[in-house]
């Protein structure tokens, strides 16, 4: 009989608490605003063209683009094996396991940085890590990758090893890019295989 | 089973539910997952065949499911804790000095029937226990605990099928 | 912050090595409280032992209650939990063939292992038709396999099902427990046998 009771009598309680406490669904890992600033100030959330190009070039498959402009802009052009996730639509818990993942490196890029910084801090505020911003954005990318400006016969082998491969970058991914442009349907064929793969790790189970 | 050896008693059922529970939270806790067992009797399974028919293994399709799924079957969560209780049961056997052969019936049927009803009972649960995905360790109790529907539907079926069923089997037990 | 492997803060083969260390207090607790006993198993169906229900749904609530309370504190992430899930139609059909095996083998495949352990030859011979069950399963697989990938739904919880919270769907289950044990206490005092020695604390 006793047992019972001291169960009853213990359960009960613990029960009403537990019942009448919200749910707690929060991410344990938020970052506090001084901690978003000092990165914000350090930088660290930009990635340059030439090594987005780089990993673009080596098919890299840590690496997934996301494109956070309108679908309209996405159709008309985008980067090689880019998922489209406008701005406004970032917070969708269709694409929550995309941004919020440890194992590929998403760079949010945009026609200039504004928009895809403003994805960023969204992103990490909520604590969310391997998010980057596209340096300079499409425009920058227009200008160093696509049309790479030749550099003087005198510059420093550095400059000419870069211009060289910009070139070569950019021949390479105007091939792909064509494809993109023809017929979006490849890019977004992708997306889907793509976000698959993302999966957070979850326990494995089953009886 | 009268006490003539003195057998230790059977530990209160509610303390007894009380560690069991806390031993589940511990694997959550660990391994993300709770416990189990029908599955371990699958992996052996699946890793018998793969040895001895290697052929089969490969073209048959619930194998080769398994094979894309798991990369060793015996390097199994499932099995490794089921070898630990073998151990575990013994250990509380040996200390509760219940050690003994014998075959558990009721009075009024033969060892024989006992075992031919065990071998059956056993082939039903092992193809439940892959069709429903779960024994009642890893679906009822496991999915029970966190509040699964999958669980609460295949303990609601085991249980009410065994009542049920109950009348007609009562010959083996009272 | 659990759970620790999924978190990596421990690997996969300290992972394996602690599934075996969960294993032996699984089968200590089960042998402690007598599941190791088919009759005592199967007493559940016939009234006279109610042990099963009371580990089991004791158990059941401690875990639930539990897991609630560590994420409430941040010792553990649910959201990274296994919950198993669930294929309406073999969760039922399974459910309805286990059953079957429960009364008429008297175990389930942990409770066999555990009896089997301690020398129980009924057990050996459940296992053994363990075996055989789930070849049979594998072997026939392209039979029934509509039949076991019918009716996913994801692995919802009850409580989305019912449209309540996790805390307090917890609180009724724990209410609903609780009565079935005043029942079952009744039961074995109801149904009790001669032949059979209830021996517990």
Redesign the interface.
């Known amino acids: 009989m006793k ?2 009771l ?2 009853a009598a213990t359960l009960v309680p613990l029960g009403l608490i537990i019942a009448a406490v919200p749910e707690n669904t929060t991410k344990p890992y938020k970052l506090t605003a001084e901690e978003l600033l000092e990165e914000v100030k350090s930088g660290t959330q930009f990635m340059q063209p030439d090594e987005v190009a780089a990993m673009i070039v080596a098919k890299d498959p840590s690496l997934q683009l996301i494109d956070v402009r309108s679908a309209d802009e996405f159709e008309k052009f985008s980067l090689p094996g880019a998922v489209n996730i406008p701005l406004p639509d970032i917070l969708n818990s269709e694409w929550e396991e995309t941004i919020n993942q440890d194992v590929r490196l998403n760079v949010f890029y945009s026609n200039g940085t504004n928009d895809a910084n403003q994805a960023w801090m969204i992103t990490r505020q909520l604590g969310y890590r391997n998010n980057y911003v596209l340096s300079g954005g499409l425009n920058y990318w227009a200008e160093t990758i696509m049309n790479p400006q030749q550099p003087a016969e005198t510059s420093p082998n550095e400059e000419i090893a870069k211009y060289n491969f910009r070139q070569g970058a950019g021949q390479a991914l105007g091939g792909g890019m064509e494809a993109a442009q023809s017929s979006s349907m490849p890019a977004k064929g992708a997306a889907p295989a793509v976000v698959k793969t993302q999966k957070k790790k ?6 | ?3 003539k050896n003195q ?1 230790k ?34 992996s ?3 890793a018998g ?1 793969e040895t001895v028919a290697p052929a089969h293994y490969e073209s ?4 080769s499911e398994y094979k894309n799924s798991h990369e060793s079957p015996l ?1 199994s ?2 099995v ?14 040996a200390i ?1 000095g ?10 009024k049927i033969t060892n024989r029937t ?2 031919i ?50 009348y007609f ?2 010959r ?3 | 912050m ?5 978190n990596e803060i ?1 690997s996969e083969n300290a ?20 599941f ?4 005592r198993l ?5 009234g ?1 032992d109610t ?1 099963v229900l ?11 209650t ?2 609630l309370f ?1 994420s409430l504190f941040g ?2 992430d ?1 959201n ?9 139609w ?21 409770t ?12 050996m ?15 026939g ?2 039979l ?2 509509g ?2 990938n019918a009716k996913f ?1 994801g ?7 019912l449209g309540t919270s ?1 805390g307090l ?2 609180f009724l ?1 724990i209410l609903m427990a609780l009565a079935m ?1 005043w029942v079952g206490e009744w039961a074995e005092k109801r149904f009790a ?1 001669d ?3 209830l ?3």
């Not at chain 3, 190791?36 to 009759?39: A, E, F, L, Q, W």
């Not at chain 3, 059909?93 to 008297?106: R, S, W």
């Open positions: 047992p019972r001291i169960l979850k326990a494995q189970g089953g009886c | 089973m009268s006490d057998k008693k059977y530990m209160n059922p509610y303390l007894g539910g009380v560690l069991l529970g806390l031993v589940l939270i511990f694997a959550f806790w660990v391994s993300g997952r709770g416990l189990g067992a029908s599955g371990a009797i699958k052996v399974i699946v065949v048959a399709k619930f194998y390097k969560w499932l490794l804790e089921m070898l630990g209780v073998v151990i575990g049961g013994f250990l509380s056997g509760a219940r050690l003994k052969f014998k075959v558990e019936k009721s009075p006992r075992i009803f065990a071998v059956i009972g056993g082939i039903f649960f092992g193809f439940g226990s892959q069709l429903g995905r779960g024994c009642t360790s890893g679906s009822a109790l496991t999915g029970m605990a966190v509040l699964s529907l999958g669980g609460f539907v295949t303990m609601a079926a085991i249980f009410g099928t065994a009542f049920a069923l109950a089997a009562r083996l037990w009272i | 659990g759970p620790l492997v999924v421990i992972n394996l090595f602690l599934a075996f260390i969960i294993g032996i207090g699984f089968g200590f607790v089960l042998e402690q409280n007598g190791s006993s088919s009759r199967a007493g559940m169906f016939y006279y042990t009371k580990v089991f749904f004791t158990a059941a609530i401690t875990a639930a539990g897991l560590m010792w553990i649910l990274l939990i296994y919950i198993n899930p669930t294929y309406l073999s969760a039922i059909g399974g459910g309805v063939v286990m059953g079957a095996g429960f009364i008429l083998g008297g175990y389930c495949p942990g066999s292992v555990c009896a089997a352990s301690i020398g129980k030859i009924d057990a011979a459940f296992v053994g038709g363990l075996f055989i069950g789930v070849l049979i399963f594998a072997e697989y392209p029934w396999e039949f076991y739904l692995s919802p919880l009850l409580s989305d099902v996790r769907l917890t289950i044990f046998r032949n059979y020695k021996n517990q604390k």
